[in-house]
């Protein structure tokens, strides 16, 4: 297994506390909870938590920070973090202004945040939940009901946290919540399958000239096993099945990301930007605002995926907010 | 070939044009001479500049901006860039404080630059050069004669970066880099190969349990092919190594970057700096600042190098100093 691991059921306690090692004065680990959360929190502001299975960061625990998540906790690789971690999460930061739980459409997160959330209320704490649903592969999935969550999730996860910040209710982050799900699409495609450390084996098998067009962060099947095209015709399917779903139409303004799925370099993420630029110019769009590198990553899977986001005003301001989190590079 | 490639010719046109198009406001890209520049150069202070081949991104075009470099100039994959792009890259942005020529001690970067300085020179351009060799794997390797330059790099950038945008004269800019490079150290170590594109082969052959302990970021050999063991012990063998060189001591102050060569997703990064961060703390060093990403990298390598940096209050100032590149997340 070419992976730098320990023993492979401390893969995430492991990482977990290296990010927690590199943040000491912004995050806090708990780690008979499996979560991570901001030191300080503002009992006056909307607290913002997630969690799901590891093999994605920076989601969800490397999102946590002043301006995004206010918490977050993790499973095992690839599967949903148990309930009663859930619940701990939504504990640890409830404030009297609420919590709002975002979660990513996948029957096991939705499951263990439904449980929690009702042994909060149970307690007296004000709890709200949302489903983030922008993947536009396919309706139904291997895990899901309905459309999945992917990299859409991180313009969620970034314009509440702004909105909290600006001292929004509970009503009006969810509000925000549902207005960029409402006006966000993803597709991805993965060139190779990526090895859970626990597993030790790949999660999906693809041949040597084959690509999964419309994959899921868990590997699961999308619309198409189709052999690898050039990165220009890669980018316009993404594109198309991208644009024509909301649809993107001439003249509006969008935040344009490419997000690598782990294996695959910053480089590559560019030469996909560059003929995502320019199909969103020919359609008429206007690129407000843009991100290129890893968002939502599936271990080290080679791949990416294409997010746009429908912006107005509002939108705009709150994604350029200020924000602070273990994802910083320079 | 699992990648997202147009022409294979045309990779790296195609990426920086994806970096300039993604940065409008940042950077200007001059196709004709593959070098990427700040939009608003001052005339007033140092210029700093470095290039070499392609496949390090975000070395060195999208490290390009206020506070780093600014300008930079690339080769084709791992190929130094031509002698008339470097000079270019000088001429282009040569102030009246004059340029700062870095560059990593390849043979095939130092001949380019040495040439592109020289000819600046004729035309009165104030230029000096200064080399950066933090690799302690291999006191000579396939393209070196001494040391190798490698993900230490950023710490020279970034440091002579914010002394330019303090008004720091040339000298002065040109010690900092001294400094930077006489207290850092850095080692690497790769799990897999990985593939130029206009090669359209693995660069070196490595078995499956394999992997290459003090690799060069062109793929060059290191210290010993070796087994792959637990993330700890490999953390232990790069740490030892980096930190027995200078050698770094107990109440010493450091930086300390863990940097991913492309293909190691971001959680794994996370267990080699736990580990790092813990044998830093026994030898009694404070790690001031860290650096957990993609720094340097070697295209979709699977790997990571670590990096230490011995602080004084100087250094600890300037890698604090604002810097805005193509290079941002959040």
Same mark, same amino acid.
Request: glycine fraction near 8%; charged fraction near 20%.
């Given at each position: ?97 609420? =919590?709002? =739980? ?229």
């Amino acid at each position: 297994m070419k992976k730098f691991v320990n023993d492979p059921e401390n893969f995430v306690p492991d990482f977990m506390a290296g990010i927690a090692a590199a943040n000491p004065d912004l995050l806090e680990a708990i780690p008979e909870h499996q979560l991570i959360k901001r030191r300080n929190v503002d009992a006056s502001k909307v607290a913002i938590v997630q969690g799901s299975g590891s093999g994605h960061e920076p989601a969800h625990v490397m999102a946590v920070g002043p301006g995004m998540l206010t918490a977050a906790c993790q499973g095992p690789v690839f599967a949903a973090p148990p309930v009663d971690a859930c619940y701990e999460t939504i504990k640890s930061v409830a404030t009297d202004a609420g =919590v709002l =739980v975002l979660v990513n459409n996948y029957q096991g997160d939705r499951m263990a945040w439904d449980m929690a959330t009702e042994l909060a209320e149970a307690e007296g704490i004000k709890v709200k939940q949302f489903h983030i649903n922008d993947d536009v592969a396919v309706q139904d999935s291997l895990y899901t009901v309905g459309r999945r969550g992917v990299a859409g999730n991180f313009f969620v996860m970034k314009a509440c946290g702004a909105a909290s910040e600006n001292g929004a209710s509970l009503d009006e982050v969810l509000a925000i919540a549902e207005k960029v799900n409402n006006n966000v699409r993803s597709m991805g495609v993965a060139l190779t399958s990526c090895i859970p450390p626990a597993k030790g084996d790949p999660i999906f098998e693809i041949g040597d000239d084959e690509m999964e067009v419309g994959v899921g962060i868990h590997g699961e099947p999308g619309r198409e096993r189709a052999k690898i095209t050039s990165a220009d015709e890669i980018t316009k399917s993404l594109y198309e099945a991208v644009q024509t779903d909301l649809p993107f139409e001439s003249g509006d303004r969008v935040a344009l990301m490419i997000n690598g799925l782990g294996g695959t370099p910053p480089a590559e993420l560019y030469v996909i930007y560059n003929k995502a630029a320019q199909l969103a110019a020919e359609t008429g769009l206007t690129v407000a605002r843009n991100y290129v590198g890893e968002y939502c990553t599936s271990l080290e899977m080679a791949g990416a995926s294409l997010t746009m986001l429908k912006l107005d005003d509002e939108l705009e301001k709150l994604l350029a907010a200020p924000a602070e989190t273990a994802t910083r590079i320079f």
